[in-house]
C-alpha cells in the first residue's frame, strides 16, 4: 500500500524518511533510485504505509513459550524477556500480554562503544533509518534498538 508525496524545496530524502517513519532505503528501493542527491521539488514519489510502533502486543495462549513466540517473532527468548522486563525464568500466563516485535521489524541490543553509525553499518542500514522507531536512544549498553528490516537484491 503506497501514497504519493510531492517533494518540496526544501525536502531530502531523510527528512522524507523521517516524516513518515521509513527507511531510507526504502523510499530508494521502491521508487528505484540510485541515490539521495535525485530528488527534486515537484517530484513525486511513492511513500509506502508504514508502522507507528515497533511492537504489538501479543495476548499469551496455552501452551506458548518464550522459546515458541521467540521463533515466531524473528527474535530471540532474551530479547522478549528484555523487552517485557522478565527474568529469563518467567512463566509465561494465558491471557497475559507481551510486547513483541511487528512483522518486518529486526531488534539489536547495544553494547559498550555503539554508536548509530556502527549499529547502521552492521545492520546495512543508514544512520537515520535507525531514528525512525528509536527517538530515545541513549546507546547505554543493553538498550534496544529497532529497525525495519530491508530487503536487498
Same mark, same amino acid.
Given at each position: 500500500m @503506497?501514497e504519493? =508525496?510531492e517533494?518540496g524545496p526544501n525536502d #531530502? *530524502?531523510e /527528512?522524507? !524518511?523521517?516524516?513518515?517513519q521509513?527507511?531510507v532505503a526504502?523510499?530508494?528501493?521502491?521508487?528505484?533510485?540510485?541515490n539521495?542527491?535525485g530528488?527534486?521539488?515537484?517530484?513525486?514519489?511513492?511513500?509506502?504505509?508504514?508502522?507507528e510502533?515497533? @511492537?504489538e502486543? =501479543?495476548?499469551?495462549q496455552?501452551?506458548? #513459550? *518464550?522459546? /515458541?513466540? !521467540?521463533?515466531?517473532y524473528?527474535?530471540t527468548?532474551?530479547?522478549?524477556?528484555i523487552?517485557n522486563?522478565?527474568?529469563?525464568?518467567?512463566?509465561?500466563?494465558?491471557?497475559e500480554n507481551?510486547?513483541?516485535?511487528k512483522e518486518?521489524i529486526?531488534?539489536?541490543?547495544?553494547e559498550?562503544?555503539?554508536?548509530?553509525?556502527k549499529?547502521a /553499518?552492521?545492520n546495512?542500514?543508514?544512520?537515520s533509518?535507525?531514528?525512525?522507531y528509536?527517538d530515545?536512544i541513549?546507546?547505554l549498553?543493553d538498550q534496544?534498538?529497532?529497525?525495519?528490516k530491508?530487503?536487498?537484491?
Open positions: @503506497f504519493r =508525496y517533494v #531530502t *530524502l /527528512s522524507v !524518511a523521517r516524516r513518515f521509513i527507511p526504502e523510499i530508494l528501493r521502491i521508487n528505484q533510485l540510485e539521495s542527491y530528488l527534486a521539488p515537484g517530484q513525486v514519489i511513492k511513500i509506502p504505509k508504514m508502522m510502533s515497533a @511492537f502486543n =501479543y495476548q499469551i496455552p501452551g506458548d #513459550t *518464550l522459546f /515458541s513466540l !521467540a521463533q515466531k524473528n527474535t527468548p532474551e530479547m522478549l524477556t523487552l522486563g522478565m527474568e529469563p525464568s518467567a512463566y509465561l500466563y494465558a491471557g507481551l510486547l513483541v516485535p518486518g529486526d531488534l539489536y541490543l547495544t559498550y562503544g555503539d554508536s548509530i553509525q549499529i /553499518s552492521l546495512d542500514l543508514n544512520p533509518d535507525i531514528l525512525i528509536n530515545r541513549y546507546l549498553p534496544v534498538v529497532a529497525y525495519r530491508i530487503e536487498r537484491k
